[in-house]
Nanobody, 123 residues
Framework: QVQLVESGGGLVQPGESLRLSCVAA????????VGWYRQAPGKERELVAR?????????????DYADFARGRFDIARDNAKKTVYLQMNNLRPEDTAVYFC???????????WGQGTQVTVSS
C-alpha cells in the first residue's frame, strides 16, 4: 500500500521559514518525479516545485519551480530515505495554503497524493 506522509506545516509570520517533508512508503520512490503542490481556499491546486528522478546518466534530477517559488523555495529529494523536502524561505501571507506531496511516474502510469499539510503565514 502506497503512503505519502507530509509534515512540517504550521503557523509562521511573514518573512519566516518552514521546511516540509514527505516520506513515501510502498513504492519504488527513486523512479518517480516528486513534487509539491498547494491549494488555497477557493483556488485550484497549483504546482509549487518538482524534481525528476535521476536520469540514466545519474545526477540529482531536474527541478522545476513555479514563478512564485523560484528564489524563495528549494526542493530536494533523498532517495535512500524515500523523502522529498520543500524548504520555504521568506514566506508571505499569499503562501497560505494546504501543501500536498505528489509522486508521479509517466513510465508506469502511476500517481499518488499525500493528505496535505497546512501552511499559514500571518502576523
Amino acid at each position: 500500500q502506497v503512503q505519502l506522509v507530509e509534515s512540517g506545516g504550521g503557523l509562521v509570520q511573514p518573512g519566516e521559514s518552514l521546511r516540509l517533508s514527505c516520506v513515501a512508503a510502498g513504492l519504488a520512490f527513486r523512479i518517480y518525479t516528486v513534487g509539491w503542490y498547494r491549494q488555497a481556499p477557493g483556488k485550484e491546486r497549483e504546482l509549487v516545485a518538482r524534481i525528476t528522478s535521476r536520469g540514466v546518466t545519474g545526477g540529482t534530477g531536474n527541478t522545476d519551480y513555479a514563478d512564485f517559488a523560484r528564489g524563495r523555495f528549494d526542493i530536494a529529494r533523498d532517495n535512500a530515505k524515500k523523502t522529498v523536502y520543500l524548504q520555504m524561505n521568506n514566506l508571505r501571507p499569499e503562501d497560505t495554503a494546504v501543501y500536498f506531496c505528489n509522486v508521479k511516474s509517466s513510465q508506469i502510469g502511476k500517481e499518488y497524493w499525500g493528505q496535505g499539510t497546512q501552511v499559514t503565514v500571518s502576523s
